[in-house]
């Protein structure tokens, strides 16, 4: 067996640079291949590799190389051509051990690819950290050994000579580096004892460094355990010469001078004699959080900060921030030997700990005596730097109020690190890392429920488990109170819970197990909020939307834009909204269910219908402005019942964010006019008028079933308030979006219903509505007659009302019908005159005009001009996002290539147009398929030819629609 080796052994090597290159910043700059050295110009040429040098695989701007090499009061005339000049003679350089291409031009700027540790800081960085590790695992003399490799490896001054704002901050920082980590290989030096040269390096170290009070003390403590007392009284009192000169004091020297007179002392900054290990203990059963751990635990495990490591983590109130901070406090205990602290500073009750009464807490931790702790504030935040510093000390701060609370608690030393939790963002806290804490990941969520409640009950009942989970909206505060439920029933089905949980007035009640409970958790937060934070939570909770934009949600809360945005963004910083991007507000599930009830209990019924009514009235101007601009129309649609509005809504510039918005507003308005069926208080004009608007614009046959679902429950509450203007428009629009998901027969029933409303010379518009989609309807039934018989009754109001585009595109409608029946002429002048009327501009009409031209013409076997308007209507439709038109019209580009016997053009374009209607139509799918198929079997693709005749049929047939599905079953037949 091999042997394993001792520390010796398991060392790992410094590399060195890839392409053979190595560089020197520790010293003097300088560079070699091998042994052969580089020429690397002149002072400023390598003042601008130096930066490059010390952010290796980092892209660096003009600007930020010319502010760091030129100097400020002399900068070049033309610096961009003295970098590239300086670029140049590198490569230059570099090509002779061909290694130009390190050298990188980046959009602008410069960047340097080198490997890790082909410059001597990375080495001394690896080396360091190795040290760390080496003192963690408490390898102390391997870890001095490893110090003693990074010191060896400074050559000097670095960077000596080099010009430049950037050589001279490097300098400082590199310099400093060295000294701290001396200091550590001294204090080790001292701690083992075995250093026969150890006073001489520490009375050099003073010699050159003499305001490093650290050096000083290593040297008093060696002394002392040297047997020599007086030359250690002599290091203090020179010391006090010294800095009493310069106008400064050394309580930590005068505090080492009297325990050297009483005691052993030991070392500054080792271990003192009472270590705090204050942690509260961790759960055994903490899940997931992987990366978020590995984050945390690497910036508390810097080795040798430039400064104390403070870490925020911030999150909703039962997130789990104290079980995450605990748990990374936990594993990192012996990399901060000298002790860990733990305070709850109560920030979210209502009497959070006052700093100075957290101080004497610490204090008291660290051994002071009740007398020894000024009174005055100031003093006592002073005294308890001064008794962390050296000290290598982890501090928890769970539940911090707010920035003011903490600052006065951060130690000053950079051996020390703080931890910090809060339901709210501290950003007022200088230099803090940030985390937020979300919720967990779906997979952790049911992993955590199994490690309380059992894997097996979890396996058992998978979906039970995953609808808990949700209702827990995945916040382990949540599923560690339902997991405890069933552990102390385990006959309790996981499906009885999952059922108490899905009613959404009683789950913060079923989120209950003492000592553990949701709903106070939540409380605590929102009872620090002031009246416009709780008011503006509770209305923001109440529309079913999964998000709000900031003008809806300033439309609900009666303000404006910018006081509107301040308030929530006060509310995101407490974690009681999310905002997923600029001006977008939502909540978690459970603080959404918590804020409802709280608007039960605060809001007057008045006050609730007040805001939605003002929502409402927002939506439904918006949603005009939208429409008229997404159809690109001179003047907004005429609104077939009496529904005004008061606020002017947004404007809209471009079809693509007209219809955008009406995409990502949708759910906000299913929830509007839900709300509106359920409030009698709200009017149903108003969301009948907004639901046409969403019928308006077609985003799919998923979203076309959505509208006509929503329209008949209107339909049904309008029915039960005796509101017959409002159901006849909502059973419209619900008979449209039937028809645009291939359910003919249920559309002609809806709209036979609607018909009979629409009496009265108020709705003659809406009547003639009904009457166009009845035209279409018939015709999709193959019932031409009766479709030409309703569409020449619904062009005759149109044209009686002045509505020349309706007229228009009813006309396009009746053409189609009568080309079917035979009447080829009439219908060209039919489409002619339907396209003249919805041809005076760009629009979406004139483009559904060209398109029902173009069939009539396909019908009639004028395939030139057919081809040339379908085209046209194509690129038109596309343009204005009718999704379902613009496949319509791709598929109708198919058919006529394939009529004039092009039939690879018309594969070309079928399958061009094919992925669309998979999302936008079962019907024009199918009709698609069937083009395709029969272009193929002409082009004697038969296996081809028979997939998409087979996959046709099975789409008619699943649609209901018997004559599509017997033409391809005929041409099936001929191609066998």
Request: net charge neutral; with cysteine; proline share 6%.
């Given at each position: 067996?091999?042997?394993?080796?001792?520390?010796?052994?398991?060392?790992?090597?410094?590399?060195?640079?890839?392409?053979?290159?190595?560089?020197?910043?520790?010293?003097?700059?300088?560079?070699?291949?091998?042994?052969?050295?580089?020429?690397?110009?002149?002072?400023?040429?390598?003042?601008?590799?130096?930066?490059?040098?010390?952010?290796?695989?980092?892209?660096?701007?003009?600007?930020?190389?010319?502010?760091?090499?030129?100097?400020?009061?002399?900068?070049?005339?033309?610096?961009?051509?003295?970098?590239?000049?300086?670029?140049?003679?590198?490569?230059?350089?570099?090509?002779?051990?061909?290694?130009?291409?390190?050298?990188?031009?980046?959009?602008?700027?410069?960047?340097?690819?080198?490997?890790?540790?082909?410059?001597?800081?990375?080495?001394?960085?690896?080396?360091?950290?190795?040290?760390?590790?080496?003192?963690?695992?408490?390898?102390?003399?391997?870890?001095?050994?490893?110090?003693?490799?990074?010191?060896?490896?400074?050559?000097?001054?670095?960077?000596?000579?080099?010009?430049?704002?950037?050589?001279?901050?490097?300098?400082?920082?590199?310099?400093?580096?060295?000294?701290?980590?001396?200091?550590?290989?001294?204090?080790?030096?001292?701690?083992?004892?075995?250093?026969?040269?150890?006073?001489?390096?520490?009375?050099?170290?003073?010699?050159?460094?003499?305001?490093?009070?650290?050096?000083?003390?290593?040297?008093?403590?060696?002394?002392?355990?040297?047997?020599?007392?007086?030359?250690?009284?002599?290091?203090?009192?020179?010391?006090?010469?010294?800095?009493?000169?310069?106008?400064?004091?050394?309580?930590?020297?005068?505090?080492?001078?009297?325990?050297?007179?009483?005691?052993?002392?030991?070392?500054?900054?080792?271990?003192?004699?009472?270590?705090?290990?204050?942690?509260?203990?961790?759960?055994?059963?903490?899940?997931?959080?992987?990366?978020?751990?590995?984050?945390?635990?690497?910036?508390?495990?810097?080795?040798?900060?430039?400064?104390?490591?403070?870490?925020?983590?911030?999150?909703?109130?039962?997130?789990?921030?104290?079980?995450?901070?605990?748990?990374?406090?936990?594993?990192?205990?012996?990399?901060?030997?000298?002790?860990?602290?733990?305070?709850?500073?109560?920030?979210?009750?209502?009497?959070?700990?006052?700093?100075?009464?957290?101080?004497?807490?610490?204090?008291?931790?660290?051994?002071?005596?009740?007398?020894?702790?000024?009174?005055?504030?100031?003093?006592?935040?002073?005294?308890?730097?001064?008794?962390?510093?050296?000290?290598?000390?982890?501090?928890?701060?769970?539940?911090?109020?707010?920035?003011?609370?903490?600052?006065?608690?951060?130690?000053?030393?950079?051996?020390?690190?703080?931890?910090?939790?809060?339901?709210?963002?501290?950003?007022?806290?200088?230099?803090?890392?940030?985390?937020?804490?979300?919720?967990?990941?779906?997979?952790?969520?049911?992993?955590?429920?199994?490690?309380?409640?059992?894997?097996?009950?979890?396996?058992?009942?998978?979906?039970?488990?995953?609808?808990?989970?949700?209702?827990?909206?995945?916040?382990?505060?949540?599923?560690?109170?339902?997991?405890?439920?069933?552990?102390?029933?385990?006959?309790?089905?996981?499906?009885?819970?999952?059922?108490?949980?899905?009613?959404?007035?009683?789950?913060?009640?079923?989120?209950?197990?003492?000592?553990?409970?949701?709903?106070?958790?939540?409380?605590?937060?929102?009872?620090?909020?002031?009246?416009?934070?709780?008011?503006?939570?509770?209305?923001?909770?109440?529309?079913?939307?999964?998000?709000?934009?900031?003008?809806?949600?300033?439309?609900?809360?009666?303000?404006?834009?910018?006081?509107?945005?301040?308030?929530?963004?006060?509310?995101?910083?407490?974690?009681?909204?999310?905002?997923?991007?600029?001006?977008?507000?939502?909540?978690?599930?459970?603080?959404?269910?918590?804020?409802?009830?709280?608007?039960?209990?605060?809001?007057?019924?008045?006050?609730?219908?007040?805001?939605?009514?003002?929502?409402?009235?927002?939506?439904?101007?918006?949603?005009?402005?939208?429409?008229?601009?997404?159809?690109?129309?001179?003047?907004?649609?005429?609104?077939?019942?009496?529904?005004?509005?008061?606020?002017?809504?947004?404007?809209?510039?471009?079809?693509?964010?007209?219809?955008?918005?009406?995409?990502?507003?949708?759910?906000?308005?299913?929830?509007?006019?839900?709300?509106?069926?359920?409030?009698?208080?709200?009017?149903?004009?108003?969301?009948?008028?907004?639901?046409?608007?969403?019928?308006?614009?077609?985003?799919?046959?998923?979203?076309?079933?959505?509208?006509?679902?929503?329209?008949?429950?209107?339909?049904?509450?309008?029915?039960?308030?005796?509101?017959?203007?409002?159901?006849?428009?909502?059973?419209?629009?619900?008979?449209?979006?039937?028809?645009?998901?291939?359910?003919?027969?249920?559309?002609?029933?809806?709209?036979?219903?609607?018909?009979?409303?629409?009496?009265?010379?108020?709705?003659?518009?809406?009547?003639?509505?009904?009457?166009?989609?009845?035209?279409?309807?018939?015709?999709?039934?193959?019932?031409?007659?009766?479709?030409?018989?309703?569409?020449?009754?619904?062009?005759?109001?149109?044209?009686?009302?002045?509505?020349?585009?309706?007229?228009?595109?009813?006309?396009?409608?009746?053409?189609?019908?009568?080309?079917?029946?035979?009447?080829?002429?009439?219908?060209?002048?039919?489409?002619?005159?339907?396209?003249?009327?919805?041809?005076?501009?760009?629009?979406?009409?004139?483009?559904?005009?060209?398109?029902?031209?173009a069939k009539v013409l396909h019908l009639d076997g004028d395939l030139a001009p057919a081809l040339a308007e379908a085209e046209h209507a194509h690129r038109r439709l596309r343009r204005f996002g009718l999704t379902d038109y613009h496949v319509a019209a791709g598929s109708l580009i198919a058919l006529v290539h394939l009529a004039a016997g092009r039939e690879r053009a018309a594969v070309q374009a079928a399958e061009e147009t094919l992925p669309l209607a998979r999302q936008a139509s079962g019907k024009l799918e199918g009709h698609l398929l069937r083009t395709l198929g029969e272009a193929c079997a002409r082009l004697h693709?038969?296996?081809?030819?028979?997939?998409?005749?087979?996959?046709?049929?099975?789409?008619?047939?699943?649609?209901?629609?018997?004559?599509?599905?017997?033409?391809?079953?005929?041409?099936?037949?001929?191609?066998?």
């Open positions: 067996m091999a042997d394993s080796g001792g520390p010796a052994d398991r060392e790992k090597p410094v590399p060195s640079g890839g392409a053979g290159l190595r560089f020197r910043l520790l010293g003097p700059l300088g560079g070699w291949h091998g042994e052969q050295p580089l020429d690397l110009g002149r002072r400023q040429q390598q003042a601008f590799l130096a930066m490059l040098l010390a952010r290796p695989g980092r892209v660096l701007t003009v600007a930020a190389l010319g502010g760091g090499v030129f100097e400020e009061d002399r900068p070049p005339s033309r610096p961009r051509s003295v970098l590239a000049t300086h670029v140049y003679r590198l490569r230059r350089e570099f090509r002779r051990y061909a290694a130009e291409h390190l050298l990188v031009t980046v959009d602008g700027g410069y960047r340097l690819d080198l490997p890790a540790q082909a410059v001597d800081v990375d080495a001394f960085d690896f080396l360091v950290a190795q040290a760390d590790e080496a003192l963690g695992a408490g390898e102390r003399p391997r870890a001095r050994d490893l110090l003693a490799r990074a010191l060896a490896l400074h050559q000097g001054e670095p960077l000596a000579g080099l010009p430049g704002r950037h050589a001279a901050e490097l300098r400082r920082h590199l310099a400093e580096r060295r000294l701290a980590v001396l200091e550590t290989k001294l204090g080790l030096d001292v701690e083992l004892g075995d250093s026969p040269c150890c006073l001489v390096d520490l009375q050099q170290a003073v010699f050159a460094h003499p305001f490093r009070e650290r050096f000083r003390a290593l040297l008093m403590v060696e002394f002392h355990r040297s047997g020599r007392p007086a030359e250690a009284r002599a290091v203090h009192a020179e010391a006090r010469r010294f800095y009493r000169a310069e106008g400064l004091d050394c309580p930590d020297l005068d505090a080492l001078l009297d325990r050297t007179r009483h005691a052993d002392p030991a070392p500054a900054g080792s271990a003192p004699a009472l270590v705090p290990r204050q942690l509260p203990a961790g759960v055994g059963d903490f899940t997931g959080r992987q990366t978020v751990v590995a984050r945390l635990t690497a910036l508390l495990s810097r080795p040798d900060p430039a400064a104390v490591a403070v870490l925020a983590v911030n999150g909703l109130g039962g997130v789990g921030k104290t079980t995450l901070a605990l748990h990374v406090a936990h594993s990192l205990r012996e990399r901060f030997p000298d002790g860990q602290l733990h305070l709850d500073l109560r920030g979210a009750e209502a009497d959070p700990i006052d700093p100075a009464q957290a101080l004497a807490t610490l204090l008291a931790a660290l051994g002071l005596a009740g007398r020894a702790i000024p009174a005055d504030p100031v003093e006592r935040a002073a005294l308890y730097r001064t008794t962390v510093a050296g000290r290598r000390l982890l501090l928890l701060l769970d539940n911090a109020a707010d920035a003011a609370q903490v600052i006065p608690l951060l130690p000053g030393a950079r051996t020390c690190a703080v931890l910090i939790t809060s339901r709210g963002w501290l950003t007022a806290l200088p230099g803090a890392h940030h985390l937020h804490l979300d919720a967990l990941e779906r997979s952790e969520a049911l992993d955590l429920l199994a490690a309380i409640a059992g894997r097996a009950r979890i396996q058992a009942e998978p979906e039970a488990a995953a609808a808990i989970a949700t209702a827990c909206g995945l916040l382990p505060l949540a599923l560690r109170v339902a997991g405890s439920r069933l552990a102390a029933d385990p006959t309790q089905p996981l499906g009885q819970l999952a059922a108490s949980l899905a009613d959404e007035a009683t789950r913060l009640a079923e989120l209950a197990c003492h000592p553990a409970a949701v709903e106070p958790v939540l409380a605590l937060s929102y009872a620090r909020l002031d009246a416009a934070q709780a008011r503006a939570l509770r209305l923001l909770a109440l529309p079913d939307a999964p998000e709000l934009a900031l003008p809806a949600a300033a439309a609900l809360l009666d303000h404006g834009l910018d006081g509107t945005r301040e308030l929530l963004e006060t509310l995101v910083d407490l974690n009681l909204l999310q905002s997923p991007a600029a001006d977008r507000y939502g909540f978690h599930d459970l603080v959404k269910v918590f804020a409802r009830q709280r608007s039960t209990r605060q809001d007057s019924p008045g006050s609730v219908t007040a805001a939605f009514a003002r929502l409402l009235d927002f939506c439904l101007a918006s949603a005009r402005n939208a429409e008229r601009t997404a159809h690109h129309a001179s003047r907004p649609r005429r609104s077939p019942i009496e529904a005004t509005t008061t606020a002017p809504g947004l404007a809209f510039h471009t079809i693509e964010r007209a219809n955008a918005w009406m995409l990502t507003q949708s759910a906000l308005h299913h929830a509007v006019i839900h709300r509106a069926c359920q409030d009698p208080g709200l009017p149903l004009a108003g969301a009948a008028a907004l639901l046409d608007t969403m019928g308006s614009a077609l985003f799919g046959c998923t979203y076309a079933s959505t509208v006509a679902d929503l329209a008949g429950h209107l339909a049904a509450a309008a029915l039960a308030r005796g509101e017959r203007g409002a159901e006849a428009l909502a059973r419209a629009v619900r008979g449209g979006m039937l028809w645009h998901t291939a359910c003919y027969a249920r559309a002609g029933t809806e709209l036979g219903r609607a018909l009979p409303l629409c009496e009265g010379r108020e709705l003659r518009g809406l009547r003639a509505r009904v009457l166009q989609i009845l035209g279409r309807t018939a015709r999709m039934l193959r019932k031409h007659e009766e479709a030409i018989s309703v569409l020449t009754e619904a062009a005759a109001v149109f044209r009686e009302l002045g509505d020349a585009e309706a007229e228009g595109l009813t006309l396009g409608e009746l053409a189609v019908n009568q080309a079917e029946c035979g009447h080829l002429a009439q219908a060209r002048a039919t489409a002619t005159r339907g396209a003249e009327l919805t041809g005076g501009q760009l629009s979406s009409s004139e483009a559904l005009g060209r398109f029902y031209l693709r038969t296996d081809r030819a028979r997939s998409c005749l087979v996959e046709a049929l099975g789409r008619f047939r699943q649609l209901n629609l018997p004559w599509e599905a017997a033409e391809v079953e005929r041409t099936l037949h001929g191609l066998a």
